[in-house]
């Protein structure tokens, strides 16, 4: 193991364990899955977060979500998202993603991005955390449409392949964004730095998708696989998104219309 991959684990494990165990502490019968296969043992008390966000709470919790029962919900946490990118010091591309799922379906997500404004000097706040409920809204920066009639698309920056940039080409992008990480992609989109965020490999994971999912879903943005699919994210689905991922925050049968059948029959749902 390098160093580099050692330094990786142990963040993910960290987070994870104080993620899982706050959450499974104050919400026991919630199903969570993460992406560390992490054995149960007893987590020190000082990763044990117990506090909670009176502002988020003096919102009103959706009509349709205000009968769900505990067990019901299935939480996929992804503790480091952007992993290659955190270990080459690529901060601003690092997340911590929390999604929630109800009836197989991504319904509320966190997005924190623990170093967000690292490079803006000593006296700039460091990091913040995007969140978002399917008939609330989301929240924690600022919505921006991408320019007009600009095609530009946001993919992988170290999980490229010839599928990859063959699908790419066929959009006839005016640019192409690589970074790393799903929850860094979507806030290309909602922050109006890209159209288009498209992966047609087989890669990314449930804990990828879910929280990005919710939030962009709730300002009215559409994620699928390449063909079309939505994702499922009941507590028995496979982990792995195998068909790709195509996502927008407006326009998405522009792009979704573009995808090549040769594309399509590489990638099997």
């Known amino acids: 193991q390098s160093g580099a991959n050692d330094l990786q684990t142990k963040a993910d494990r960290m987070v994870q364990m104080s993620i899982c165990a706050s959450l499974a502490r104050k919400f026991p019968k919630v199903t969570i899955i993460g992406e560390e296969e992490l054995p149960p043992h007893d987590v020190a008390e000082d990763l044990i977060e117990d506090g909670h966000c009176e502002e988020i709470l003096k919102k009103p919790c959706p009509p349709q979500y205000t009968g769900i029962k505990e067990e019901e919900l299935v939480i996929w946490v992804d503790p480091l998202d952007g992993t290659k990118e955190y270990t080459e010091g690529l901060l601003d591309h690092v997340t911590v993603l929390i999604g929630i799922a109800y009836g197989g379906k991504a319904i509320a997500g966190v997005i924190n991005q623990p170093y967000y404004n690292y490079e803006a000097g000593a006296d700039a706040v460091l990091g913040r955390t995007i969140w978002g409920v399917l008939g609330m809204g989301a929240f924690g920066f600022e919505l921006t449409e991408a320019p007009a009639g600009k095609h530009i698309i946001v993919t992988t920056r170290s999980h490229s392949s010839t599928l990859v940039n063959d699908c790419i080409a066929a959009l006839n992008p005016d640019t192409v964004i690589r970074v790393g990480g799903a929850g860094n992609k979507i806030i290309q989109l909602i922050e109006g730095k890209a159209s288009a965020y498209v992966f047609a490999s087989p890669g990314c994971k449930k804990w990828d998708t879910c929280a990005p999912e919710a939030i962009l879903h ?16 009941n507590k028995e689905v496979k982990h792995m998104n195998s068909a790709g991922v195509l996502a927008t925050l407006r326009n998405y049968d522009y792009y979704a219309s573009r995808i090549p059948n040769t594309v399509k029959q590489s990638l099997v749902p």
Not at 222 to 233: A, E, M, R
Request: aromatic content about 12%.
């Open 218 to 233: 709730a300002v009215g943005g559409k994620i699928t696989d390449i063909h079309g699919n939505s994702f499922q994210y």
